[in-house]
C-alpha cells in the first residue's frame, strides 16, 4: 500500500500490518515504515506524533537530532554518543545517581582519545575531592581553603596571586613555602626581611640588612661570585685561574693583571736554583721600568741583552761555568771557570781564554800583548808602570821618582805649656802609616853622586820646640821656620831653622833644647851630621815674648811653596867707589859704602870689581864687611863679629876674603859669601876694599854690597 491514512487501519489486507487503534493497546510484528519526511523542531510536530510515551525494548537509532523536552534517564551501564558536539543545557549533571560512597569512588567522566586518555574523576581520599588529567597520572584539583600537595611543573601565565598573609620566621613558614628552590627570570621585590640560611650569589644585592653581617673564614672553593653569604656570615672564596676572589695564603693561580701602586713586598725567603722554584716565580718575562737589584746570585739559562752596562756591588760575582752549552748563532757566552780565568764561547762552540792564556804566573802580573799574549812582570817597590818602546809588550816597571818628589804631605803645628810642636800628616791630615805612607826625595848623601833616593814615612812624626827655645825670633815679629826633613840612612826625621838652607849641600844639624836660640842653626830632635835634607814647609809666627810659644803660626805653607826664603819688602844698596891701591896695606875709607840695618833677619851680597892697569905683581887682599869704616891706614875695622845688636849665621870673622895676584891686563870679579845677619836693633855695616901694594897709578878696586830684608 501507498501509506497509511489517518486513521485508517493497519492489518493484513493494508500493507500486512494491523489497524493502529488511538486508544488501545495494539501490537505489530513487522516493520512499520514512516515515509513521512516532515521535520521535527518540537515534540508536536514531525513524520510521527506520539502524544504517549514510547516505549522501545531494543536500540534507538535517530538520524536527526534529539531534543528532549523533559528528564533524559539513561538505565543502562554504557552510554555512547555518537555526536561531534553534546550540548546539555541542564545546570547540574548527577554522575553515579543512587549510588553510595563505595560505588562513588572514581566516578566521573573519561574522555578517549587516539593514543591517551583522559579523566576528572571524584577521589574521597583527596583534600579536593577531585583529580584531572590523563588516566593513569591524574592529579589533584587545586582547590582553596585546604592544604593540599600538588606535584609537576604549574606554568602561570599571569600573575599568581596568594592573599594568604602568613609571616615568615623560617625557611618552613610563611604563605608560599617550597621544599625546593625558586628560579626567578626578574626581580624580587621584597616588603619585609629577607632572611638566608645558605648561601647569597649575585652581582647586584641591593636593600637594608638590619643586623650585624660579620666576615667568615675564607672558604676552599672559588665561585663565579668570589663570596658566599650565609645568614648574617660573608664568606669570601679564594681566586682561581678563572674566577676571581680574594688571595689567601694557599697556593693559587690568579688571572690578569693586576696593578700595584705602591711596591709589592714578598716575605717568603725561599732560594733559587732553578726554574719554577722562588720566592716569586712567572712564566712569562719581568719588564722593569727602573733598576732590578739582586742580593744573592744572578742566574741566567738564556740569553741576555744589555743596552746599558752591569755594575757588581760589593761581594757581587758570577758563577763558574765548567760546560757551558753554546748560545745562539751569532751571540757569545763570557764566563768564569774554576782556574779563576774567564773565558768567552762562540756559537760554533770554540772557546777562548779572555785572562792571558795563563800567563799570570805572580801576584801582581798583568797581561800584556805583543804578537802573543804574555807576562808584564810585576815590579819591584815604588816602581812605576810605564810605557817603553823598546820592550816587546810596550810596557815596563821603573824607578820613577821625582828628585823634588814630596808626596801626601801637610804639616800641622800647635802650641801648649809654652812649647811648639810641629808635626808631619798626610794629605788627609793623619798620622802616616804603611798604607799611607808620605813620599820624599832627597839628594845623595854622597856630593859627588847624582842619585836620588825616596824615604818613605809610615808612623806619626813630630818634633818639639820648647819654653824658651827662640830660634833665634824676636819679640812681636813676624818671624819664618822652615820645616826640613832629614834623610837619616834611609828613615826621615824633622828638623827647624829660622834661615834657609840650600838643599843642595849636606847639612849637620843640632840637638834641639831650651837653649836653641839661634836663627841660624838648624835644630832637629837629634843631632845629625852631613846629611841631606828637604825644605818641606815654612810657618810665619809672632809671638809676643821670644821663646813663649802661645800663639800658633800665622800661615803654614808646603811644599815648593815654601823653597824660597821669605823675601822682605827692603833691599839696601851700598858702594866703596872706586879706589887706587897707595903701595901699602890700607883698609880705604869711603863716604857711600854702608848701610843700616832694622831689626830683622837680612840677607847680605859683597862683591869687588879689580883693575891692576898694566902693573906686574900687583897683590890685593880684596873686600869685607865690617862693623865700621875704613881709615886708609892698615888698621883693622871694628869686625862683625864685634859689632854689638847683630849675628852672623857663618863663622866668617876675618876681614881679608881673598887675596887676589893680577898680571899685566888682568881684570877681576871677586864674590864674596852670602851672609845671613839677624838684628835685634839698628844697625850699620860697611863694605871695606882693601890693597897692599902697588906698581901702577892705573890700579883699581870698587866693592858693592846689597842687603835683601827677609823677615
Not at 596571586?161 to 625557611?171: E, M
Amino acid at each position: 500500500m501507498a501509506g497509511i491514512n489517518d486513521g485508517q487501519r493497519v492489518d493484513a489486507a493494508n500493507s500486512n500490518a494491523a489497524w493502529i487503534a488511538k486508544n488501545a493497546n495494539d501490537s505489530t510484528v513487522g516493520i512499520l515504515t514512516v515515509n513521512n519526511v516532515t521535520q521535527s523542531t518540537t515534540k508536536d510536530n514531525g513524520a510521527l506524533i506520539v502524544e504517549g510515551g514510547v516505549g522501545i525494548e531494543k536500540n534507538l537509532n535517530v538520524g536527526g537530532s534529539v531534543v528532549v523536552t523533559g528528564d533524559l534517564t539513561v538505565n543502562g551501564t554504557t552510554t555512547s554518543v555518537q555526536t561531534a558536539n553534546t550540548l546539555i543545557k541542564d545546570a547540574l549533571v548527577t554522575f553515579n545517581d543512587g549510588g553510595n560512597d563505595a560505588s562513588s569512588e572514581d566516578s566521573g567522566f573519561e574522555i578517549e582519545r587516539t593514543t591517551t586518555n583522559a579523566a576528572m574523576q571524584f577521589q574521597n581520599s583527596l583534600a579536593s575531592k577531585f583529580k584531572i588529567g590523563l588516566l593513569g597520572s591524574m592529579l589533584e584539583v587545586l582547590v582553596s581553603g585546604v592544604a593540599q600537595t600538588i606535584s609537576g611543573i604549574k606554568t602561570f601565565a599571569a600573575q599568581l596571586l596568594v592573599s594568604d598573609t602568613t609571616q615568615s620566621t623560617t625557611k618552613d613558614t610563611g604563605s608560599i613555602v617550597t621544599e625546593g628552590g625558586i628560579g626567578v627570570e626578574k626581580n624580587i621585590n621584597a616588603g619585609g626581611s629577607i632572611t638566608v640560611v645558605g648561601a647569597v650569589t649575585g652581582s647586584n644585592l641591593s636593600g637594608t640588612n638590619t643586623g650585624d653581617v660579620t666576615l667568615g673564614s675564607i672558604g676552599a672553593t672559588p665561585t663565579a661570585a668570589g663570596a658566599s653569604l650565609s645568614g648574617q656570615v660573608l664568606t669570601l672564596q679564594p681566586a682561581s685561574a678563572t674566577l676571581g676572589g680574594v688571595l689567601t695564603a694557599i697556593a693559587q693561580s690568579i688571572l690578569g693583571i693586576k696593578t700595584f701602586l705602591s711596591a709589592l713586598v714578598v716575605s717568603d725567603t725561599t732560594q733559587t736554583g732553578s726554574l719554577g722554584v722562588g720566592s716569586i716565580v712567572t712564566q712569562g718575562g719581568i719588564s722593569a721600568a727602573k733598576n732590578i737589584y739582586v742580593g744573592g746570585a744572578f742566574d741566567v739559562v738564556g740569553l741576555t741583552n744589555l743596552t746599558g752596562h752591569v755594575t757588581l756591588q760589593d761581594a757581587g760575582s758570577f758563577k763558574e761555568q765548567a760546560s757551558p752549552t753554546n748560545p745562539s748563532a751569532t751571540y757569545r757566552k763570557l764566563y768564569p771557570k774554576s782556574d779563576g780565568k774567564w773565558y768567552s764561547l762562540s756559537s760554533a762552540g770554540a772557546e777562548t781564554d779572555l785572562s792571558g792564556t795563563g800567563v799570570q804566573t805572580t801576584k801582581g802580573d798583568i797581561a800584556g800583548f805583543s804578537t802573543l799574549a804574555a807576562r808584564v812582570p810585576v815590579g819591584t817597590n815604588d816602581q812605576m808602570l810605564v810605557v817603553d818602546s823598546v820592550q816587546a809588550l810596550g810596557l815596563a816597571y821603573n824607578h820613577v821618582t821625582e828628585a823634588d818628589l814630596i808626596a801626601n804631605l801637610s804639616i800641622a803645628a800647635s802650641v801648649a805649656a809654652n812649647a811648639l810642636t810641629i808635626a808631619l800628616k798626610t794629605a788627609a791630615g793623619a798620622d802616616a802609616s804603611a798604607t799611607d805612607p808620605i813620599k820624599v826625595a832627597f839628594r845623595s848623601a854622597t856630593l859627588t853622586s847624582g842619585v836620588v833616593s825616596l824615604v818613605k814615612t809610615t808612623a806619626a812624626l813630630s818634633i818639639v820646640v820648647p819654653s824658651t827655645a827662640t830660634l833665634g825670633h824676636v819679640s812681636s815679629t813676624s818671624t819664618p821656620i822652615y820645616v826640613y826633613e832629614l834623610n837619616n840612612a834611609g828613615s826621615g826625621e824633622l828638623a827647624l831653622s829660622t834661615s834657609y838652607f840650600d838643599e843642595t849641600a849636606l847639612v849637620s844639624t843640632t840637638a834641639i833644647s831650651a837653649a836653641a836660640t839661634s836663627a841660624t842653626v838648624m835644630y832637629s830632635t837629634t843631632a845629625r851630621s852631613n846629611v841631606a835634607f828637604r825644605c818641606i814647609g815654612r810657618l810665619l809666627s809672632t809671638q809676643t815674648t821670644a821663646g813663649t810659644w802661645a800663639a800658633v803660626p800665622t800661615s803654614i805653607a808646603v811644599g815648593d811653596n815654601s823653597k824660597a826664603p821669605y823675601v822682605g819688602l827692603t833691599l839696601l844698596t851700598a858702594t866703596s867707589g872706586i879706589k887706587t891701591p897707595s903701595g901699602s896695606d890700607q883698609y880705604h875709607q869711603s863716604t857711600t859704602n854702608s848701610v843700616t840695618l832694622t831689626v830683622g833677619t837680612w840677607q847680605v851680597d859683597q862683591s869687588a870689581l879689580f883693575s891692576n892697569g898694566g902693573a906686574v905683581g900687583y897683590i890685593a887682599k880684596a873686600l869685607g864687611i865690617f862693623g865700621a869704616n875704613g881709615n886708609d891706614t892698615a888698621t883693622v875695622p871694628t869686625l862683625l863679629s864685634a859689632t854689638a845688636n847683630l849675628t852672623v849665621n857663618s863663622a866668617y870673622s876675618s876681614t881679608i876674603y881673598q887675596e887676589r895676584r893680577a898680571d899685566i891686563g888682568d881684570l877681576a870679579i871677586i864674590h864674596g859669601p852670602s851672609l845671613i845677619i839677624t838684628v835685634t836693633a839698628s844697625v850699620t855695616i860697611f863694605i871695606v876694599t882693601f890693597s897692599s901694594q902697588s906698581t901702577s897709578a892705573n890700579a883699581r878696586i870698587t866693592g858693592y854690597l846689597t842687603a835683601r830684608k827677609l823677615y
